[in-house]
């Protein structure tokens, strides 16, 4: 290997390059450039609203899931049982035993998903409560809370929303979705597939526009400039394609974090 390839690959490997195609390489037959883990990178997500011309995910494989797991785009996914609003790993077998008022609330919130839909299938415009509600209904749960919410909690939770396989949410919390954990699924040391990356940096960010929390923590104060900024925008329907030159925004990547857990212990209250 080439001792320019060998300074790319070990920049990927310092700021934690999270997905994507890197085109600018020093070596362009260097193996590592040919490697079928590079992709179509994508930061963002499209959402339901028409006319978004978002990266498209993965195929859904042929998972072959056990029981209480479904086949989604990401490989096989937990099942939540009817009336569950969370996940309870050491109670997973349990019967769920869900309150009258709870499970009024349960059926609400599977209507209003439905209504939503027959308007995504008209292809109308949806309100951002409505989308959020059909991306993530923890997410919009927590937006009308009266309670302070727990930032890893909902990170975890938005993560089950969107049906993230068990390997993916290990990752998610604010203590395990770092830079290291970032690499390990770029070189497919780990079992979390590299494209859901842009899910879980949006369940972090609970969807919401931190740019100003960002600039004010020194994110922009790499050689990418503002472009890093992209990564701390995560409204629905900005999905951006990335390239090399976005590497050193991962230098900053904990200042992103903090402002996702800080805005978060202080947003979602009822004003």
Known sequence: MHLTTSVALLAVVFLGLPEGTFEVIQNPEDNFHQNDNIQCAT??????????????????????????YGCGSYGCYRLRARGAK???????????????????????????????MERVRRKERLTDSEEIQLMSPSMARNRDSEEPINPDRAFYECCIDRKLPDACLSKCSFGAFTKSSLQAMYFKQDPCPLDA?????????????HRACCARNG?????????????????LGHPQQLDMSYVPCFDRFESMKSCFWHDMTRYYRRV
């Open 219 to 235: 994110v922009t104060t790499t050689i990418a400039g503002q472009k890093c900024l992209s990564f701390c925008d995560q409204r």
């Open 43 to 68: 930061n963002g997500l499209c959402g339901y609203q028409p006319g978004c011309g978002a990266y498209q995910p993965q195929a859904q494989p042929a998972c072959g899931c056990q029981r209480s």
């Open 86 to 116: 969370s996940y309870q790993p050491k109670r997973g077998r349990s019967r769920v035993t869900v309150s009258g008022s709870a499970s009024e609330e349960i059926d609400r919130e599977v209507l209003r998903q439905r209504m939503a």
């Open 197 to 209: 990356m842009k899910e879980m940096q949006f369940c972090a960010a609970q969807g919401r526009d």
